[in-house]
């Protein structure tokens, strides 16, 4: 499992980047303040990270995902989502040899004026239904969550349709639906980081892991791979 995000709040910039083993449990992550150096690098349809002993190389199929302008704190906040979307490429780490990836991606591209003190919670991640239809989700709480014209969705053999309001354990080991709908999570590892620069503020966890349960509209996963995420965050 992996991730990768570029970040502009004003004139900071600041990518960072992670990669889960899951066979022995190891991640490898990495932090960066933008000052030319290119180890992360995201445009349409491709995502790369060139840092040390990690090369990773994808190409995504991207496609249309879903838009939501929501009201924040006085100003508004764009976003689009993608989800299941087939992600092909390369990953070579600590000097071995290229191995091929196929997998599925998640892509989030968010821009605008948030709340001086913001706070989310977030899970994003792909898997299947026990009858093996592609199943994918983007849930949030407390940023772009109105109960409708949200960025809340689940993705259908590819089809996407909104999801009614939700909440998060403050453990994050579970995400309930208002209609009834659990989905559970387990986690295998996790990234973590506070920030102080005066001015901005950053607080963060987001555990990589698995998922079961149901989604909203109680479709059922037999299995899942994602992300959750707590932030706080003072712009």
Known sequence: MACASLIRVGPLRQAFWALLGRADGRLRERTRFLGGHRAVQLEQGRMCISDGAVLLDLRLEEDAGIEAVCAHGGGQVWTHKQAGIAARGSVRLDGGPAREIEALAVIDDTAGYHARDTQ????????????????????????NDPPHGSERAVWVAGSPSEAPPVAFAPDLSMISCVDGSELRFLAEAERSRSQNLLIIQSDYRAPFGAFSGTLPGGISLAHGLGVVEHHRARW
């Open 120 to 143: 989310w919670q977030w899970t994003a991640g792909v898997g299947e239904s026990p009858e093996g239809v592609a199943l994918a989700w983007n849930l949030v709480t407390g940023v």
